[in-house]
């Protein structure tokens, strides 16, 4: 395989970090076996062509650090990999190399032309390959999908992935499938141009009709893999969420909730930084009861309707962008998923006639 599925890194990204190591444990990321017909090359030029994300700088300075051993040593960069190496690459923070092995997995793609694609990402799916999650993402599929439709499986595709979104939530992602697009599009979601409407089902009976949440997100200063909300100027990178109400039910609330920025979790962050998590969210305290009775009856209610959506209940709706060829806006919306369309009922009928406070 010769071409490199490709990642710019924009600024913002909304991304799972149960998909990176931890920063006291050094994990296996990639292992590769060097086929009997290799001809002797560079290892970093080698690596280049097999590893997203991969640039020659990157790989010198993880061969310099030790994080690639060949045969379980370690080499420079101008070492020539012979057949029958072992290469592999480690990782002891953020991952940044992953080696794309095409899948075919099942994909709802809701718009593709020459330039780029728009995806309804299921729950459950991460996006992309990191630790522990090497297979079943949404690249591994894209990559097998656009191997399919070009007819060469010896190559791997070029794909941009310019934005993601959390494993446990579901909607709608845009991929670029040219480096001008990728380009185009990374600059939109850095200028905050890009519309995106989410829906969520939070905890608690919302206050006011519609707001606005500022906070610093950042990483938890003692649990790595959870973000916090910060004051301005004290850690993380600014924030900002709007929300409006679009149905109440006493004990949570249906919101929509549009983004200014897109940091990691925002949304998750930023809903329990105002005391209403949303349903269902077992990392931010969603997955307890936090508004209600202390009645069996209603408690039994609640763990059946989590049992229907065991993840976050928050669906990316609508993605709004300018085609970055033709110049064209483009607005895409998805529905809801039937397990936050479940949950949302049930809270519906539960609440129907009844006087909630």
């Known amino acids: 395989m010769s071409a490199v599925i490709s990642s710019l890194e924009a600024e913002e990204w909304e991304e799972d970090p149960e998909s990176e190591a931890s920063e006291e444990q050094q994990a296996e990321r990639v292992r590769i076996t060097i086929d009997k017909r290799q001809e002797p090359i560079r290892i970093d030029k080698f690596l280049m062509n097999r590893l997203e994300g991969a640039t020659r700088n990157k790989l010198q300075h993880a061969l310099d650090d030790g994080h690639i051993l060949v045969n379980n040593i370690t080499v ?23 080696e794309i092995i095409p899948e075919e997995l099942p994909l709802d793609i809701v718009y593709e032309d020459d330039d780029l694609m728009i995806v309804n990402k299921r729950a459950g799916m991460v996006v992309h390959p990191g630790c522990g999650n090497y297979t079943g993402t949404l690249i591994n599929g894209l990559a097998w999908y656009l191997q ?10 070029r794909v941009g992935l310019v934005h993601r979104i959390d494993k446990d939530t579901t909607g709608l992602v845009v991929i670029a499938k040219t480096e001008s697009a990728m380009s185009l599009l990374a600059a939109q979601f850095k200028k905050h141009s890009v519309h995106r409407r989410y829906v969520a ?7 006011e009709e519609t707001g606005t949440i500022i906070a610093h997100v950042g990483r938890h200063e003692r649990f790595r893999k959870k973000f916090a ?13 709007h929300y409006k109400v679009l149905e109440r039910f006493g004990y949570v609330t249906l919101v929509e909730l549009q983004l200014e920025t897109g940091r990691t979790h925002q949304i998750r962050v930023h809903m329990q930084s105002i005391g209403h998590p949303l349903f269902g969210d077992s990392t931010y305290g969603g997955d307890r009861i936090v508004k209600g009775t202390i009645f069996s ?61």
């Open 201 to 207: 089902l939070v905890w608690g009976d919302m206050e």
């Open 76 to 98: 420079k960069s101008n070492y020539k990999i012979r057949p029958g190496d072992e290469i592999v690459v480690f990782d002891n923070r953020a991952p940044e190399f992953a």
């Open 297 to 357: 009856k209603y408690k039994q209610f609640v763990e059946n309707t989590m049992a229907l959506i065991p993840r976050q209940s928050l669906h990316a709706k609508e993605l709004g962008i300018v085609h970055p060829v033709s110049g064209e806006s483009l607005l895409f919306n998805s529905e809801l998923p039937a397990d936050m369309q479940a949950a949302i009922e049930r809270w519906r009928t539960y609440t129907k006639g009844i006087q909630v406070h």
């Open 229 to 241: 909300a910060y004051p301005e100027g004290e850690h993380g990178k600014e924030a900002i969420t």
């Open 148 to 157: 399919q439709q070009s007819g060469d499986v010896t190559t791997l595709p």
